[in-house]
């Protein structure tokens, strides 16, 4: 059971990710139960002289320093990932079901940036910094000339902002960092469709973004046909620091991610598989890559895609004369999109960055098809 053996046999992954989920229900997680009171928040936070100020420079250069041990130097202190291990017997995947845009044409919605300790792998405890206490944030979602009225409020310690790709409007007032207590409101309208990132963009916007503070903006194409589910993923990497600690800021820098997630957490449609989609139902996956460093290619292992839609454009659609189908939905940082696909049979279908290393650090997922059990039998 090792995910990270050169040369594993795709057919051989739907197994070992159950196996991996089955094997671990009876251990010890060994999850920090600490909650926010039990860590002090960083005191030399950034920005605290507005919005530019601290640019390049790590928001806690101390503690993104490592603290200067010599234990350190070589990341002894840093919390690693067990490809192995399972997340507690209380641990709730998020919800990757994925909920139409709500009723109307004009959107209002508060987005408060936050920073709190979170769990984000098995054993994993990092104080993060997200929206709406969520790693990724919110999804948003509506259709092209809807309007969002976004109130976007400071509750961090320190400077934060929000930058909406899907937008567009003057940086430097809607996108502007604010301070703590402070609020501003975001108008834009949805002209193009498309999935489409949202960040945090105050400097130094490596660390904001890669600190959890990011998520999706769906904006549906015109002529979206229906579909059976609908499920929302959003890739992006964790930089582990010290447990309990905010992630290492040499390490993003130096691209030298210890997890890469589906919506927060490593493997968590692994350990809790998507289960509800049957044979020849259709299935639309929105995908975005919110890195902020790492590119994904998205493949669902025992189907095929007809339809690929990428930034902006339907790239693949099924077509009587080519015949054509696609293997993967290849997204470079911050790209989106959607695929679409069904499955023929019951069975176990793992989803991935088929760029293995990603898979091998978390990337992976699980459909489990119709009637599951029954063609387990005997396992
Ligand atoms: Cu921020």
Redesign the pocket.
Known sequence: MNWTRPGLLLAALAAIVLLAAACATTEDSGVAEGGPEDLDLPDTANNEGGADEGADEPADPELAANEGDEADEDGGDYVELDPNAAPGHDFEARDPRLDPAPEGDHHEMEIR?TEMEQEVAPGVTQRV?GYNDQVPGPVIRGSVGDTFEITFINDGEM???IDFHASKVAPNEEMRTIQPGEELTYEFEAQHAGIFMYH?G?EPVLQ?TAQG?HGAVIVDPPDLEPVDHEFWLVQHEYYFGEQGGIQDYDKMVDRDWDAVVFNGYPAQYAHEPIDDVEPGERVRVWLQNNGPSASSSFHVIGTIFDTVFKEGSYQLRPDEETEGGAQVLGLQASQGGFAEFTFDTDGVYPFVDHEFADMAQGAVGVFEVGDVDADEDGH
Do not use: P, Y
């Open positions: 940036a910094w400077g934060h902002s945090c105050t904001h503070q």
